[in-house]
């Protein structure tokens, strides 16, 4: 019989790997302080340029002009040659599910990407990231394109510029201002990149098989979309919009501590004492938001939050201003996750091509908590029913609703 090589069967485990070390990165820390390869997250995000965030990703280091320069035209190209077999294809599912969701899209087109390309297995480390520089430009405008295509529009041409002005012209249908774009490409810089999180494991668990990087960024995506994670700066509008009025903020907080429902963009696997991000892209957003017609939902967000840490000791994460931020650039809910899809790549890419560099199979063990040993009873005497097996949900997961 075939033990496995490792100790003794476990007797305790941590639940969804809580507190478990499960391999080393190069690209991001999380202890003390959120850095990118060694830089604190504050002057990145402040400076809001993604390329240059990118650029340090993939490659180790922050650019010169001269390498940004080249970085960003090597991306740009790629979002003006998305392969016409890819919009071929969600041209037909756009007009057969237009209202399918772009995260979805996104998904899909990836995976397209993919098939187009032929990875190929095992990657050198150029090709690699030649590889996923190609992905950052062709993923927003993958977006992009599905979002003309939807709405029965044909598919407009990239823009000159930054990939958030690009993005944000595109997903807005004018060209932003200048504080607008500036906020924008701080988001994504935001959002870049964060260690071991759910979605950069997938890919990377996906790539340690063997597997090639498309594969890797599809089943991120999958793992994003869901709202414990990237899925919840959808969600944030939501609760702001079933909450309605500052009014009404602690009656409501209460429905959902009693039926035990989360509140999205509150708590983080990691951050117990506040996610940097969050505090300094709300202070960002209270100043995007000031005299305008979106400043009243700031001050529900206030109150919601002084409600939340005195009630259950909980503070905002990325997602709770992220929200706010894309809600007053005038971006639709739908394009919320997918925009945290284009900043991610950058990150998820960089961890592939670490996993791939220095790769051991990512396999771990299981506690058995099932049926002891018993006998197979053939089909033509079996009678009575096989016990469902038991399992614990923990907090709901269905949407919240006022
Ligand atoms: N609302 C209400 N209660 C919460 C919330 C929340 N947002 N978050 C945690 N709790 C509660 C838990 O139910 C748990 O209560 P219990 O002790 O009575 O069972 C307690 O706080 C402790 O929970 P944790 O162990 O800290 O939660 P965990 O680390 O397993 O989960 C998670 C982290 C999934 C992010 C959780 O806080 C959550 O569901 N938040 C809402 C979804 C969200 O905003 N996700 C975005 C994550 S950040 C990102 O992707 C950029």
Redesign the pocket.
Known sequence: MNMPPTPAAPDAFAR?L?GVVAGRTAVCSLEGDLRYRGYSIEPLARAGDFEEVAYLLLHGELPTRAERDAFAARVTSAARSLDPAVIDCLHRLAAARPDAAPMDALRTGVSLLGQIERDVLPGRREALLAQAERLLGQVPALLAAWCDLASGRPVAPWPTGSIAAALLERLTGRTPPADHAAIFGTTLVL?AE?EF?ASTFTARTIVSTGSDMHSGITGAIGALKG????G??EQVLEVLAAIGSAERAEAWLEE??AA??????????VY?DG?VRAKLLGAMCRALTRGTAAEPLEGLAARVESL?LAR?G?RP????PAARVYHALGLPVSVFTPI?VVARMSGWTAHVIEQIGDNRLIRPLSLYCGPAPRDYVPLASRVGQAEACPTRT??SLSPIRP
């Open positions: 969804g809580a959002y964060h999180n709202p414990l994670h990237g919840a700066n959902q501590f035990k429902r989360v509140v999205m963009g509150f708590g983080h696997r117990k996610d939340m259950k909980l994460n990325l997602d709770w945290f923990g907090f």
